[in-house]
């Protein structure tokens, strides 16, 4: 389980992580399960902890004022899942994280992180590669959302995440994507021909 974590902090930061490093980080952080469908955080409660994944998928979403879900982001293996701006400001998330699949997370306190960030510089310079990737990753998101055509974002969908087209339902990912589930099919089957 942990061996996940050390490879993906290995990777991100371009680091080694000695054997010292290595029993730090298994100490900083707690092995946690979920089974399909549990929460990990809901609407209402302050995000207290950042989950990476090392089994199993999960996805996060908000309702609108009608009631219907709201795919924000979907998370399998390797991701890192939590409500940033709820822990940050220490407010009510708005959202749900909610397990799709029977998951092994590992869990950690924003302060944890941090301490262990000063103990582990490959966990520094991590946190650093982690944040442009996502500030790059949500500007192209959010021109996809406004500028590009329900085809556009599903054939870069399918292209940089195949893997979550097998494993999520059609719904979530058409409302992952802005479209509808009729939308969603008509641009699968155009796809193909």
Known sequence: MYQKLINYIKDYSGSEINALETELIKNAFEPKKLRKRQFFLRAGDISKHTAFITKGAMRQYCIDDKGNEKVVQLFIENYWADDRGSMIAMEPSIYNIEAWESTDVLIITPRGILELADEVPAIGRMLRVM???????????????????????YQEFAAKHPQFIQRFPQHHIASYLGITKETLSRVKRQAVR
């Open 131 to 153: 944040d442009d990737r996502h500030a790059v990753a949500l500007n192209k998101r959010i021109n996809s959302m406004i500028c590009g055509t329900a085809e556009a974002r």
